[in-house]
């Protein structure tokens, strides 16, 4: 069974300060893990992936993500913040090449950026 | 490439009426296609997952004869809500993958709106 947290439902950065969101996954097989970022009433972007390549993913926009075994986590990062980054962000997991590839989602990170 | 779309992106009727909802994969086959519903502010529901020319496999507690799900070809699913009641208002999201392919990739999603 596989699960998702993201902590932190809310997160605000300054324009040009560094996003950090953060994912901590469980999964009884090696895992699938994505990143998706969504804005108001449209449907989710594909922001970067883990398939048990690289554990260092760079992804589109800027962001980035570091598969951690040890410490299961996927957190999402990027250097610096722009106001177009504003959005919700979810972090998922599926069960890898073992599964369906359904996706069980965390509950999500509102992304505030000020100005 | 990987482009879902979803039609219609709104739409409001009446309560005791039927709403269908379409997803298509618009330049990739997509052997399976998944259901979500998002309530305001949360996150992602699996309503059903549906492979092509098979009977969709519904979630733990989703409606079967309410939320009628077809994926009759490769690059089509349909999601009918029959007997909609304003319970049922919500934001309905398909995504879809290709053969072998864990990535799933997300339509626009449908506002529904019943009154």
């Known amino acids: 069974a596989q699960s998702v947290t993201q902590l932190g439902s809310h997160v605000s950065v300054s324009e040009g300060a560094l996003v950090l969101l953060r994912c901590n996954y469980s999964s009884s097989v090696p895992p699938y893990l994505f990143w998706y970022v969504q804005y108001p009433n449209q449907g989710l972007q594909l922001l970067l992936k883990y398939t048990s390549a690289a554990t260092l993913v760079k992804g589109i926009n800027g962001f980035e993500a570091e598969f951690k075994k040890s410490e299961t986590s996927f957190h999402l990062t990027k250097p610096s913040a722009h106001m177009s980054d504003a959005a919700e962000y979810f972090c998922?997991?599926?069960?890898?090449?073992?599964?369906?590839?359904?996706?069980?989602f965390g509950t999500g990170t509102r992304l505030k950026v000020l100005a | 490439g990987a482009v879902v779309s979803q039609h219609p992106s709104w739409v409001i009727c009446k309560s005791g009426t039927s709403v269908k909802i379409e997803c298509r994969s618009l330049d990739f086959q997509a052997t399976t296609m998944f259901w979500y519903r998002q309530f305001p502010k949360q996150s992602l529901m699996l309503m059903a997952t549906s492979n092509e020319g098979s009977k969709a496999t519904y979630e733990q507690g989703v409606e079967k004869d309410k939320f009628l799900i077809n994926h009759a070809s490769l690059t089509l699913s349909t999601l009918t809500v029959t007997s909609a009641h304003p319970e049922d208002s919500s934001f309905y999201i398909c995504?879809?993958?290709?053969?072998?392919?864990?990535?799933?990739?997300f339509g626009p999603g449908t506002r529904l709106l019943v009154l």
């Open positions: 995504s879809a993958n290709g053969l072998g392919a864990e990535t799933q990739y």
């Open positions: 998922a997991v599926s069960a890898g090449p073992s599964g369906t590839y359904k996706y069980i």
